[in-house]
């Protein structure tokens, strides 16, 4: 322990995970971390965070791990595999997903948890990869309130609006409420641009008068500009939005909901991948719309 505070484990390095981890690092946690390729933690490691090779070595040391990975098939591996998490935390620990993934995979890793003596929470993120940097995310948490309340403390280092939403797998479920809005208004998005550009109108004066009024979104204000510079870097993958409709989809299907919108933007997203842009921001949007 260093200062009384307990040493936390960081699994997933990526765009989100690398700046969530160095805004742990920089509230005074001892930190270790491990991602499939090691260069993505130089920058991490410089700066004091700890190397390990694998989940498990991160387990074994670690108080609190917390997960922000690709798919749930490596949520999977990371928690429930042979040599995963589960199997090497201390009993008492704290593991913490915050990958957007499969409400009942969320209550699958609760329940193996609890078997063990571990306590468990899901809490996926929005915001993208400014919000990571800014440690100003969107963080809904799935679990039990005494170990969401534990937490907390970390929590408020990555983000800003930090929501308890009730029993595992409630995080995952609210993020698909999220992911849901954010599809339909995406296309709208980036219509408003299109239109814009081809009625002769600025679109960056267009955002000054649209993005405060009714028609204000978190998309409108942070990716609209990017569209227009032809800005399509990811802050948050193509690829990775295709998984989490592909989640909602299904959900929404076992609970008899229709959800039209939901299913034209992923099919729109599916267009995008089989072009080749599974890697780009899902801003790339607007480069379909605006053919």
Request: hydrophobic fraction near 40%; aromatic fraction near 6%.
């Amino acid at each position: 322990m260093k200062n009384d505070k307990p040493i936390i484990g960081f699994i997933g390095l990526g765009v989100m995970g690398n700046s969530m981890a160095s805004n742990i690092l920089r509230g005074g946690y001892d930190l270790l971390v491990y991602n499939r390729t090691k260069s993505k933690g130089d920058n991490l490691i410089a700066n004091g965070a700890k190397w390990r090779d694998t989940p498990a070595d991160v387990a074994k040391e670690a108080d609190i791990v917390i997960s922000i990975v690709g798919y749930p098939k490596d949520v999977e591996e990371v928690y429930l595999g042979k040599d995963g998490v589960l199997e090497n935390i201390r009993k008492d620990g704290i593991v913490v997903d915050m990958t957007t993934s499969k409400p009942s995979l969320a209550k699958k890793i609760y329940n193996e948890a609890k078997k063990k003596g571990v306590y468990s929470l899901d809490a996926p993120v929005s915001g993208g990869d400014v919000g990571a940097k800014n440690g100003a995310l969107s963080i809904m948490v799935g679990g039990d309130k005494e170990i969401f309340e534990k937490v907390l403390p970390i929590f408020k280092l990555m983000g800003k609006n930090i929501v308890w939403q009730g029993k595992a797998g409630s995080g995952q479920h609210t993020k698909m409420c999220n992911q849901i809005a954010i599809a339909g208004n995406m296309m709208g998005v980036c219509e408003t641009i299109a239109y814009a550009e081809k009625s002769g109108l600025d679109p960056e004066r267009v955002l000054k008068s649209i993005e405060t009024g009714a028609a204000a979104s978190w998309s409108l204000s942070n990716l609209a500009p990017r569209m227009i510079k032809g800005d399509f870097e990811p802050g948050f993958y193509v690829k990775h939005f295709i998984k989490d409709m592909n989640i909602a989809l299904s959900e929404a299907k076992d609970m008899n909901l229709e959800t039209p919108a939901l299913k034209l933007s992923k099919s729109l997203y599916d267009e995008l991948e089989k072009e080749g842009k599974g890697d780009c921001g899902t801003q790339v949007l607007y480069k379909l719309i605006d053919k």
